[in-house]
């Protein structure tokens, strides 16, 4: 069972459905958030498919500590991030219609860069924040064994609690969409929609958490028309 299978099949056992976000055309979504947030777990449970590169630093991160063995993690960090972002700008510049970038990105500068990289290679940009409380986040790190430190963690922490504010009061130039999700409202799972001309992001309970589109920013708790749930 591939962990994209195994993903949905605990979804499907708790009653989650996953998030459908439409990507029509030539992309770029920058799924970001606090170390620990749930980004890799979110993209792990993503299908294959054709048309589209997911880039997520852990890939980066496993296969170089394969090469030098017992080496410190900190001691190779910078090479990782350097790799990442190398991959990040080579599947950018490709004819590769979707690509997915994994990134904390709890500063707006990077966010920024993101979304020129995504203008400059005529991409639309899309942007998934994933909102999490500090010690969750933590905790999250502890799960993988992989914590980061202290000072850094301390600012991640304080960059993401502003930026979770920004995003529920507009939208950042540069983006043409902005969904932000909570933990809870990613469990069922991620789905992309290519074809698809307009985005749905729900939660399990058929409310949408927080949507930015246009220019005005919703938070809204109303029921989404069942019609509009798109089947797993």
């Given at each position: ?37 749930g ?21 980066h ?49 990077t ?20 909102h999490v ?13 992989r914590?980061?430190p ?14 979770t ?5 507009r939208?950042?130039?540069g983006?043409?969409?902005?969904t ?25 309970d ?15 708790d ?11």
């Amino acid at each position: 069972m591939t962990r994209a299978t195994s993903t949905a099949a605990l979804a499907a056992t708790a009653g989650v459905l996953p998030v459908y976000i439409a990507l029509p055309g030539r992309t770029l979504l920058l799924v970001a958030g606090m170390p620990g947030a749930g980004k890799s777990t979110l993209l792990g449970g993503l299908p294959d498919g054709p048309g589209l590169a997911v880039l997520d630093s852990e890939t980066h991160r496993s296969a170089l500590r394969r090469a030098l063995g017992r080496l410190p993690y900190a001691w190779y960090r910078p090479l990782v991030h350097l790799v990442h972002r190398l991959a990040v700008l080579a599947a950018a510049v490709s004819s590769t219609p979707t690509v997915v970038v994994h990134l904390p990105a709890t500063d707006d500068r990077t966010r920024a860069v993101v979304a020129r990289l995504a203008a400059a290679t005529s991409r639309t940009a899309h942007l998934l924040w994933l909102h999490v409380d500090a010690a969750d986040a933590r905790q999250g790190q502890c799960e993988r064994g992989r914590v980061v430190p202290e000072t850094s963690f301390a600012g991640h922490a304080e960059r993401a609690a502003s930026t979770t504010a920004e995003l529920l009061d507009r939208r950042p130039p540069g983006w043409s969409s902005v969904t932000v999700l909570d933990r809870a409202s990613a469990s069922g799972g991620l789905r992309l929609d290519a074809a698809a001309a307009g985005a749905s992001r729900m939660t399990s309970d058929g409310r949408r958490l927080a949507v930015v589109t246009g220019t005005s920013a919703r938070h809204d708790d109303a029921p989404v028309e069942r019609a509009s749930m798109r089947p797993k």
